[in-house]
């Protein structure tokens, strides 16, 4: 008895390092395949991480382009409403667009009819410190001003005449990022969770409805505080216990934290467990190889997906997991994957932001900090007939026209230092050497740290409408038959003329001529050699009178002469002179026949006949009549009339 005892003693003994050597290699593969499970727990909230960057990057490129609409520079709400419209219906995340004044008042919201009554924004500090800051934000979770649902907002400042106007929002609804975690589609056990920066939930993969809006887990917001990175053992929302690994984005502040429950992190290993414990006892030599076997099976896959992630953070698009290994991490090794396809989708969105700024009817230049052009889009290319590859790397300055002084530029340059805006007309050169008309915005765009990162330049055509304003001016100021100013720009002139004498201590004249003898000229040959020696008149006028001084026709044969900047009665006197002598000059009629007329004139001076405009105008009227009461022919200037007898 005590021999079989001592036998099984000693067969315990034997077994005891055996068992030590089990137990040893069991807990080496127990820390190896948690210290795995643990480092793939944080490369996934880093993919989740970066694959939210992404959607946002290609949100913030529609917000921008939206931003330096020129309808909403020039106010044309209605039109940037339905441009609007059309960049929210291209959006997978984003479901509004809105317009907020400063005082965090709605302007316009695609959630609701264009001049829909709107209420005050959700997020009245995120719209203080945009107009502070002047810099694009990215708010915490708020409740819709319209939908008095949980969102989240991208917000762009939109400037004007070099001052922030607007706040514009791209409005993203809470369910829609917990949607976006849904669709990874985590391994059972897994919760993905997006908390802001205030450590509130804005999405989540499980319970999104129960959870969105609360706080986060305590030990989980001290260990996010801490560092933006990390990993802790915690509890999930629900009170599991589980591992979470937490990493927070610097683009937009939040932080994806993904939780695995401790019964997922421990069950293969249990299992491993109880298997290793049967094969030490049925054959310890085989137990030990098959843990072997199976722990190298683990690291191996997990060496695959690790070596995945790493490469997908570092950028790579197309890296992929191999789907092998335990079940667990061939699941993992899948969600991983379609995150890929995610991020890939998010590129192509990127790249439909891109196909926006290829269609766009106006021309737009981007311009790098270097003064060298970046990259232009297809309108640039016909409105100016340069192609894409002869401008790239060009100085904008190539585009310019004669027509602006360098003065004009330099004002353009401290406009932008100063307010990162300019709108304005300006005159450009196509390719050809032909001048057009452009109304140009430009806008300096920059980075999250303040710097200037690059500048956009929108402008489109506009030399027709141009030329319809100038033709509108000249009917509008100008004598149609002579090209003379008429009696509206005449009386602008005046008033210029008065103001500057005032500053000066100069005198005006203001001399009223009509014509002698023009009517029977008139009768005789008809209108048309009447019109043609109102064309001369006006020519020998204009060739008589000083540069300074204007001619201008009020109507038929009736002339104003505005002498300008004169000292003494005899500088009118002298120019006058050469007036009634050129028009004296005989006027060839019907190439054989030559016709004489003279000219009555009317002078009043400022300030002793008048200060007015009108007063003027009319003093020299009544002068010019007394002149041809008195034998035509000649001046007179204005005398007023004899104040009658008293009583």
């Not at 199976?294 to 992929?320: C, K, P, V, W």
């Not at 450009?428 to 500048?455: I, N």
Request: net charge negative.
């Amino acid at each position: 008895m005590s021999n079989r005892l001592g036998v099984g003693w000693l067969f315990a003994a034997a077994l005891v390092p055996g068992i030590v050597a089990g137990s040893i290699l069991f807990h080496d593969s127990y820390q190896s395949q948690r210290a795995h499970l643990e480092q793939g727990a944080l490369q996934t909230a880093r993919a989740l991480s970066l694959a939210m960057d992404r959607d946002l990057a290609g949100i913030r490129a529609k917000v921008d382009v939206l931003a330096a609409s020129p309808y909403l520079k020039r106010g044309d709400l209605e039109t940037f409403y339905e441009r609007a419209q059309d960049v929210v219906a291209t959006e997978k995340v984003a479901a509004a667009v809105v317009l907020i004044d400063e005082s965090g008042q709605q302007i316009l919201n695609t959630l609701r009819p264009f001049g829909s009554p709107l209420p005050r924004t959700g997020h009245p500090d995120l719209v203080r410190r945009t107009f502070e800051s002047g810099l694009p934000l990215v708010s915490d979770l708020y409740l819709g001003g319209v939908t008095k649902r949980p969102f989240v907002a991208l917000e762009m400042p939109v400037r004007a005449n070099g001052k922030i106007v607007y706040a514009l929002d791209m409005g993203i609804p809470a369910e829609r990022l917990s949607q976006l975690l849904v669709e990874q589609q985590l391994p059972a056990g897994w919760v993905a969770s997006l908390v802001d920066s205030q450590g509130v939930v804005i999405a989540r993969s499980l319970n999104a409805a129960q959870y969105v809006g609360q706080k986060g887990r305590p030990e989980l917001l001290e260990a996010m505080a801490a560092s933006p990175e990390g990993a802790l053992g915690s509890h999930t929302l629900e009170g599991l216990p589980s591992f979470v690994a937490f990493t927070r984005s610097g683009t937009s502040g939040w932080t994806v934290a993904v939780a695995m429950t401790r019964s997922i992190l421990d069950s293969g290993v249990y299992r491993s467990l109880g298997l290793a414990i049967l094969t030490i006892a049925a054959f310890l030599v085989g137990g030990a190889g098959l843990a072997w076997l199976f722990s190298r099976h683990i690291r191996y896959a997990l060496h695959n997906l690790q070596a995945a992630t790493e490469a997908a953070a570092g950028g790579d698009l197309e890296a992929m997991a191999p789907c092998a290994g335990p079940r667990e991490i061939a699941r993992l090794a899948e969600r991983f994957n379609t995150m890929q396809e995610a991020r890939r989708d998010a590129e192509a969105q990127l790249r439909l932001s891109a196909s926006v700024f290829s269609a766009a009817s106006e021309g737009i230049v981007i311009v790098g900090t270097d003064a060298r052009i970046m990259d232009v889009n297809r309108a640039f290319t016909v409105l100016t007939g340069y192609g894409r590859g002869e401008a790239l790397g060009q100085n904008p300055r190539f585009l310019r026209s004669d027509r602006h002084d360098p003065d004009f530029y330099e004002a353009i340059g401290a406009e932008l230092a100063a307010s990162g805006c300019w709108q304005g007309e300006v005159w450009a050169r196509r390719k050809g050497g032909e001048a057009f008309a452009a109304y140009a915005t430009l806008t300096v765009v920059r980075d999250e740290a303040g710097a200037v990162s690059h500048y956009i330049a929108l402008f489109s055509d506009i030399t027709a409408l141009r030329r319809q304003q100038e033709e509108i001016e000249r009917l509008a100021y100008y004598d149609t038959l002579t090209g003379l100013p008429n009696r509206r720009l005449l009386s602008d002139r005046i008033q210029q003329a008065l103001s500057l004498a005032a500053r000066s201590n100069a005198m005006v004249a203001v001399c009223y001529l009509d014509l002698d003898d023009f009517k029977p000229i008139n009768d005789t040959y008809g209108h048309d050699v009447g019109d043609r020696l109102i064309v001369e008149v006006a020519r020998r006028l204009e060739g008589v009178v000083r540069s300074q001084d204007t001619v201008s026709r009020l109507g038929g044969d009736e002339f104003v002469l505005l002498l300008t900047e004169l000292r003494t009665h005899r500088e009118a006197e002298i120019v006058l002179g050469r007036v009634l002598q050129v028009i004296c000059e005989p006027f060839a009629i019907n190439g054989s026949h030559a016709a004489t007329i003279s000219a009555s004139i009317g002078i009043a001076f400022y300030p002793e006949d008048g200060t007015d405009a009108d007063v003027l105008l009319r003093h020299s009227d009544q002068a010019m009549y007394q002149a041809k009461r008195e034998g035509r022919n000649r001046t007179r200037k204005f005398q007023p009339e004899p104040a009658g007898p008293a009583g």
